[in-house]
């Protein structure tokens, strides 16, 4: 049998596949064992690639909305002519900001999703752009941002080499690892406890990566961040803070010590549920490690004090002497950055440049919380969101109250989806751009290499040709911005030449650019690939820090090993000072409200999410190997909460918070700890209209639905998904 390779793109950790094929169809998966980054890992997702590729109800050709209101079958020219016509004069009337953009996280996961968007939020100049980092992972770039001058300067443990990992609200044994890109998760976890490594969990359920550690802590749900504070006071107050080379690099040291002078381990207890002499172990092991890492994800962002959570796990990592440093936590360097500039102030990180129009949230990133998406197109008046382009984005599943935002996007003007699925969001579209299965695509991880536990590069190319009728994703997205900016007709690859040019245009006159002082239309000329998107891949490699080429890419088809992470700052550092900003002012001015959460009276029963090894989101579940066997959409309760509200295992349970209520099967485990009830998000698939048969006959509840959207962590705008009180009772 014919095999081809193929990076994963069904998580983060971005593992190598040997696919073997018959004709163009993908019979199979199996690790790629030369992989230089993944070598031969792979997970039950990875290995339903092929069932996933093949999935009868991904849509082969655009639908259109007909007169009578129905989505049909269209031709491509037929798709984006329409799109020509509707879009542009929208803007025009209506202005740039009525045109909201939508992203969700499949986007980075292809090549495609990483070139174009940007491309046409600047052409578009709408500010109206929502996507899925304020569902997920605002709080940790706008704290390095903050804390680093940079957004994307987000320091990852570094778990090969590392001593001692404290994780706070994340579950790689079943996420595969999320901001840290490393396959295997498990297994390095594994091989960190054999190599004499301790592992410490703090999650307020028991989940697979609890199990593994060598302490687990049951915290309060939404409390990680005083925990954090309090380990921050007992490092300072017991004289366990050295931030080793780190120091000359650094300010706000003392400020910090102030800052978190009431949070004692005495004083967080009873709100974190975790007793003082187990929080100054914590903090006391941290700082006796060799080398350590603490690592902070969803179940420490989606929650009312996410920013702070995520500033708190760096300011640890600095207080410790772990920051950039070989076995704690450090800033990869991806192949396609642009070679790093000399160290040195920088233009520094902004929040709140502009607010929402509705509710007046402040911008993160150039970002509007997705919570605020509803209200942006029902409120009448100036700046009314009342165009969208959702791209690989289902948000009536994964941001609070689908029910609301589906009434919305059912009020828009025009649609339009870049998507696979006829799905819970898309079937509101005017047209559906459908992108092509994974196997005839090319996939470069923009995105993951910088979040990578270790330094290397891959590039596949697309296994298998376009199937008759199939337009490349790369091609939808260029013709999609040449649409909805008033260059219909143009030819794709004309975005791409014009992005060179402008990219080409400006750093040879960058003096510590690659290119500097070269003739820009030379320089052009010399970059190879089939295709505009290869070109630009090119042209990024070789403005990249190792001054790679896409020929040496493809003349190591298991990739490039470029190292191990290496200390990176100062270099790294884009922040007004120069140096590390540890006690950054959007930060302080958000500390009292934390102060006030020590004397709040704490919920009776909180709600948290949870991930599964074969779901991520919403994504997978219309693949019949993933979504069988045993319901994972449950409520799961604690015993004793289950004997005090009158629930039953296999029983129903209604659910009730300020958005609304579900019923839901109930799970009763002691994995959750008492006061915690769990249920998984990105179920709900059981809305009319949608065309994905596996999905819609195990549809599961929407969690999110309990939400309403007015609970945000307020400097990164990411709605509050977990620790947020419910009620619970049998249903009748
Ligand atoms: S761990 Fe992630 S990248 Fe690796 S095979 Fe599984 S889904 Fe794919």
């Known amino acids: 049998m014919p095999t081809a390779l193929r990076i994963c793109p069904l998580c983060e950790a971005t593992c190598g596949l040997t696919l073997t094929l018959d004709g163009t169809r993908v019979t199979g998966a199996r690790g790629d064992r030369d992989d230089v980054f993944s070598q031969g890992f792979i997970c039950p997702k990875g290995a339903s690639f092929g069932e996933l590729d093949a999935d009868p109800d991904r849509l082969r050709a655009p639908l259109v909305r007909r007169a009578d209101g129905t989505l049909a079958e ?3 020219e037929e798709a984006f002519d329409l799109i020509a016509r509707r879009l542009p004069p929208l803007v025009e009337r209506h202005g740039a900001d009525a045109v909201g953009v939508v992203l969700g996280n ?25 996507t899925a980092s304020t569902l997920d992972q605002m709080p940790k770039h706008v704290s390095s941002g903050l804390m680093f001058g940079d957004p994307f300067a987000i320091p990852v443990p570094d778990l090969d080499r590392t001593a001692h990992l404290l994780v706070i609200g994340a579950n790689p044994l079943e996420s595969n690892g999320s901001l840290c890109t490393a396959p295997d998760f498990p297994g390095k976890l594994k091989a960190l406890r054999k190599r004499g490594g301790t592992l410490t969990v703090v999650d307020p359920r028991r989940t697979r990566t609890a199990r593994l550690a060598d302490r687990h802590v049951a915290v309060r749900p939404g409390t990680d961040a005083l925990l954090l504070a309090a380990l921050v006071h007992v490092l300072y107050e017991e004289g366990l803070t050295d931030l080793g080379a780190l120091a000359a690099h650094v300010q706000g040291v003392e400020e910090v010590e102030a800052a978190v002078r009431d949070f004692t381990p005495e004083t967080v207890a009873g709100a974190c549920d975790v007793d003082a002499g187990t929080i100054r172990a914590l903090a006391r092991e941290l700082a006796a490690a060799p080398a350590a890492a603490v ?11 996410g920013t702070l959570t995520n500033w708190l796990v760096d300011v640890l990592n600095v207080l410790t002497g772990n920051l950039d440093r070989p076995g704690g936590a450090l800033f990869p360097l991806s192949a396609t950055v642009p070679a790093p500039r000399p160290a040195g102030p920088g233009k520094g990180f902004a929040l709140g440049r502009w607010t929402s129009r509705v509710s007046g949230h402040p ?17 009448p008046g100036e700046g009314r969101i009342r165009a969208l382009v959702a791209i690989a984005a289902n948000p009536v599943l994964s941001a609070p109250d689908g029910d609301r935002l589906d009434r919305a996007l059912g009020a828009l003007d025009f649609m339009v989806s870049v998507d696979p699925y006829l799905n819970e969001t898309s079937r509101h579209a005017d047209v559906i751009l459908p992108p092509p299965p994974p196997a005839q695509s090319a996939h470069f991880d923009f995105a993951f290499n910088g979040f990578a536990v270790r330094n290397q590069v891959r590039y596949t190319p697309a296994p298998v040709p376009l199937e ?13 911005i040449l649409a909805a900016t008033g260059m219909h007709g143009a030819a794709p690859h004309t975005v791409d030449d014009m992005v060179i040019a402008r990219t080409l245009a400006r750093v040879v006159t960058e003096p510590h650019s690659p290119a500097h002082g070269q003739d820009p239309q030379e320089y052009a000329v010399r970059l190879t690939g089939r295709t505009g998107a290869e070109r630009r891949l090119d042209l990024m490699l070789r403005l990249g820090p190792y001054g790679l080429t896409l020929d040496r890419l493809r003349a190591h088809p298991h990739g490039i090993d470029l190292g191990p992470l290496e200390p990176r700052v100062p270099q790294v550092l884009k922040t007004r000072s120069g140096r590390v900003e540890l006690l950054p002012e959007p930060v302080a001015a958000d500390l009292p409200r934390l102060r006030e959460a020590l004397s709040a009276p704490g919920d009776s029963l909180v709600l948290v999410g949870r991930r599964h090894l074969r779901s991520n989101n919403s994504w997978m579940h219309n693949v019949p190997t993933l979504n069988s066997g045993t319901n994972t959409c449950t409520l799961q309760v604690h015993p004793e909460d289950a004997d005090r509200l009158g629930l039953t295992d ?36 059981d809305r009319p209209g949608t065309r994905m048969a596996v999905a819609a006959g195990r549809p599961g509840v929407n969690v999110n639905q309990l939400l309403d959207g007015s609970r945000l962590d307020p400097l990164s705008g990411t709605a509050v998904l977990n620790g947020f009180p419910v009620r619970v009772a049998p249903a009748s």
């Not at 997705?370 to 209200?375: G, Y």
């Not at 009830?677 to 179920?683: F, N």
């Open 106 to 130: 499949p986007n980075v996961h292809t090549m495609a999703g990483a070139l174009y968007p940007p491309v046409l939020l600047g052409a578009l100049r709408t500010r109206s752009l929502f």
């Open 74 to 76: 269209a031709g491509w």
């Open 468 to 480: 008759p009728g199939r337009m490349d994703e790369c091609e939808i997205h260029a013709r999609l």
């Open 363 to 379: 911008e993160a990133k150039g970002e509007l919380p997705m919570a605020a998406l509803a209200e942006e197109i029902e409120t």
């Open 295 to 305: 690592y902070g994800r969803v179940g420490g962002s989606t929650v009312a004090y």
């Open 650 to 685: 296999g029983g129903t349970a209604r659910v009730k918070a300020e958005g609304g209520e579900l019923r839901v099967p109930v799970e009763v485990t002691d994995a959750v700890r008492p006061g915690v009830v769990s249920i998984p998000h990105g179920w709900g698939h």
